[in-house]
């Protein structure tokens, strides 16, 4: 197993700052109940404010949002996600999701997964983070679907028989054994995008094709049925790592994908 990457702290404290400021704002305007985003104008009426204006938008779930994220954004610099090949605009769209599936009670762990497929499959490309204790948990290797593209991954389905990856976001379930040895249930929560997988048995298992070695031999690794498949000598650790109610949200900038899900908004 890696190593966790540990959290980088100068970047950490900067983000922190960004929270406490959010907090201390919002304790501000608690205590005294004005609203910071609408103040009254001399010789208006009581209560006369924008028809669309949020009457306590410091009380609503928004600003609970907005502190989630900054300061999850925060893992973002302190493990140096950039530097591994990970966007910022795709970390963040994780967190949208995964803090959507949170409040819905599916999610139900501090471990996000992202699988980036906008990279060829000769990177490392799955990144597995715990978001509470501030860890790379996993960088390593993932296939896509061998009709969805050789070294890269283009063409996205959810229908059975396809033999293509679906995007989106899952949630992962129990394990078993199957025939790809220990594997994992991914349950996918985005109707008509890749809510398919489980009877098409879109899983997570270990294969001999996900290593350097097949990289080395032609320039990429193997490819699988639609599972995103990991190096069998990690598999276990990741599976026992994720499992049972952790999100993975599967990224590609596929127009298609981003104009219809509507956890990335």
């Given at each position: 197993?890696?190593?966790?990457?540990?959290?980088?702290?100068?970047?950490?404290?900067?983000?922190?700052?960004?929270?406490?400021i959010v907090c201390f704002q919002w304790s501000f305007s608690t205590s005294f109940s004005v609203s910071p985003l609408y103040l009254p104008v001399p010789g208006a009426?009581?209560?006369?404010?924008?028809?669309?204006?949020d009457p306590d938008p410091v009380h609503t779930g928004n600003f609970h949002k907005m502190a989630w994220s900054l300061a999850k954004m925060a893992v973002y610099?302190?493990?140096?996600?950039?530097?591994?090949?990970?966007?910022?605009?795709?970390?963040?769209m994780a967190l949208r999701g995964m803090e959507k599936l949170q409040h819905t009670g599916l999610v139900k762990t501090s471990i996000l997964s992202i699988v980036d497929f906008s990279k060829p499959s000769s990177q490392k490309r799955l990144f597995i983070i715990?978001?509470?204790?501030?860890?790379?948990?996993?960088?390593?290797?993932?296939a896509h679907g061998m009709a969805s593209g050789k070294e890269m991954a283009s063409i996205f389905s959810n229908k059975s028989g396809s033999h293509k990856s679906s995007l989106?976001?899952?949630?992962t379930g129990q394990t078993y054994q199957g025939s790809n040895g220990y594997s994992l249930k991914l349950s996918g929560v985005e109707k008509g995008i890749n809510d398919y997988a489980m009877r098409r048995a879109i899983v997570m298992h270990g294969a001999d094709y996900v290593s350097e070695s097949w990289v080395d031999m032609q320039g990429y690794i193997g490819r699988s049925q639609g599972c995103p498949a990991v190096p069998p000598e990690?598999?276990?650790?990741?599976?026992?790592?994720?499992?049972d109610g952790s999100c993975l949200f599967?990224?590609?900038?596929?127009?298609?994908y981003?104009?219809?899900?509507?956890l990335i908004r």
């Open positions: 197993m890696q190593k966790p990457i540990k959290l980088r702290l100068g970047k950490s404290l900067r983000f922190g700052l960004l929270v406490v009426v009581a209560n006369d404010a924008p028809p669309d204006a610099d302190s493990l140096g996600l950039e530097d591994l090949g990970l966007s910022r605009s795709v970390f963040q715990d978001l509470e204790s501030y860890q790379l948990l996993f960088n390593t290797l993932v989106g976001f899952y949630v990690l598999s276990r650790p990741i599976i026992d790592e994720i499992k599967i990224y590609h900038p596929n127009s298609s981003r104009t219809r899900s509507r």
